[in-house]
């Protein structure tokens, strides 16, 4: 079966645009492939930080994931650090990847461009490395992530090949090594619809848990009159109708997308009902529409919170599981650079 991983960081509380452009998708991917679905605590830490809240946001990412329908009866979850491999093999990553790769990365410039300078750690720079080596140990297919992961997914594919070309193939075989590549080249798997869910208060700028106005997202866990009165404040246009795709129109565009992806309708189905709507109507069909939806999740995330012990169970039985596909790649990379073998 081929393999997929995918991970959110525990930066802050999980939103819309994390869920419709990864959480949602991975719940039916269990079904056909294997998954492995981890918190990336280790890429957390690369901005200012609470250290209580990564532990908290770490768990509560975690319950998050097996509330929107991770199965552990079909997929592994587990939490980053808790697997060495990914620190171990990002060092290994890191000694073969041009700065100048790096130094491209939109995120990294965005990102230090508002942490501003002095809050710029080299893990910040780095950090697709690291992403690169989640991705690798696991000799994964596809990586279902949202649009804006699309570079970092493109760094990782020319740095499996150029680790392959460094130290696989004719090399690696007289070093002992089996099989003629060292890692598979993985695939992004991004979706058609809710790939890029924009922000509420700007339609420009994509929702994200670091950005410090809580008006900007709909988190999963937010109460709802915090979703009512959220989508009572977003930012709107005043032309007459409802429209996708129109480009001066951005806000119109993602509300009615979000609206799409948490009724099931189609896209045409949407575009049809809401064509002569005034926005007071969208809002509260809006507004109701999310409760709907994210209310099992919520009764879910409760429940399984009430039981830490469950959740450790889960996280101790997937890191281990993890480990043992991680290990096993993590020695071939040692064995093909060449190190000396305990
Ligand atoms: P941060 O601001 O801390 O980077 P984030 O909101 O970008 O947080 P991540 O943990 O970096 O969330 O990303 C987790 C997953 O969610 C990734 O697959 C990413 O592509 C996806 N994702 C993040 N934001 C959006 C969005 N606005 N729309 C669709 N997918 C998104
Ligand atoms: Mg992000």
């Not at 645009?17 to 991975?26: S, V």
């Not at 075989?173 to 695939?187: A, D, L, N, Q, T």
């Amino acid at each position: 079966r081929k393999r997929i991983v995918s991970g959110v960081q525990p930066t802050g509380s999980v939103h819309l645009g994390n869920y419709l452009g990864a959480i949602k998708n991975w719940i039916t991917l269990q079904n056909t492939y294997e998954t492995l679905f981890f918190i990336v605590d280790l890429h957390a830490i690369t901005l200012p930080y609470e250290p209580k809240q990564l532990s908290e946001a770490t768990r509560s990412t975690a319950a998050i994931y097996l509330a929107c329908g991770v199965d552990t009866s079909k997929s592994s979850v587990f939490v980053q650090s808790h697997v060495r491999a990914h620190a171990e093999l990002m060092w290994l990553l890191s000694a073969v990847t041009p700065i100048g790769w790096l130094n491209k990365m939109i995120q990294f410039k965005e990102k230090s461009r508002k942490a501003g300078d002095e809050n710029v750690g080299a893990g910040l720079l780095t950090y697709p490395v690291l992403m690169a080596s989640d991705i690798l140990l696991y000799q994964s297919d596809f990586v279902p992530v949202g649009a804006d992961q699309k570079q970092h997914m493109e760094l990782t594919r020319e740095l499996a090949e150029r680790v392959n070309y460094l130290y696989g193939g004719r090399k690696w075989k007289k070093m002992g090594g089996r099989g003629g590549s060292i890692f598979k080249v993985p695939e992004p798997l991004i979706p058609p619809a809710g790939a890029r869910v924009m922000s509420l208060t700007d339609g420009l700028s994509k929702m994200s848990k670091s950005d410090p106005s809580d008006q900007s997202r709909i988190n999963l866990l937010d109460p709802k009159d915090v979703i009512k009165n959220k989508i009572k404040r977003c930012k709107t246009d005043s032309l007459p109708g409802l429209e996708f795709d129109n480009p001066d129109r951005p806000e119109c565009n993602n509300l009615l997308s979000v609206y799409q992806l948490v009724t099931g309708k189609s896209k045409e189905e949407v575009a049809r009902e809401c064509h002569d709507m005034n926005w007071g109507t969208f809002k509260s069909l809006l507004t109701d529409a999310l409760i709907n939806h994210l209310h099992p999740i919520q009764v879910r995330y409760e429940e399984i919170m009430s039981d830490s012990a469950y959740l450790d169970d889960v996280l101790l039985d997937g890191a281990t599981k993890a480990a043992d596909i991680a290990d096993a790649t993590l020695n071939n990379v040692y064995q093909a650079m060449g190190f000396l073998r305990r």
